[in-house]
């Protein structure tokens, strides 16, 4: 059984960060990314896996394909970097049995009716939705972009977001 080090919602997937700081910050030696946008474009998917570590195994599925593997194998060995584009993706694993306790959102970009809470950290309506959804069975979220920042709670998110 895989051990999930950390679960990050970040809408860049693999990135300058993840690779360089949480990478190592987490001692993961795997990255799972759980995108269905990933899935359906190959040239994309290669562009990703290319930016990993070579040190780093890196594994791309679709959200139901990640569920059957969580749920078959708890995604086989090692210590596994767990990556999410967005909330959605998340809340829909986390209904089909991929139940993560502990989620960081690192990075959700700008567009309609998001408001920005913490550096490049956006949220919508639906967002704080899936959150307090989540929250209500049990996970716990934190807002950090990268491990230099402080953890930031939801409950101050929030206030910043309803301002």
Known sequence: MAKIVLCRID?????GQVVTKWVSQSNANRIIVASDMLIQDPFMKNVYLMAAPPNVNVDCYGIEEACENWNSNKFGEGNVLLLFGDLNSLEEAWNK???VENVQIGGLGGGPNRKTVFQNITLDDNDVEIIKRLESKGVKFIFQTIPEDKPQQFKEILKKYNK
């Open 11 to 15: 809408s860049r997937l693999i990135h």
């Open 97 to 99: 049995g991929l139940e």
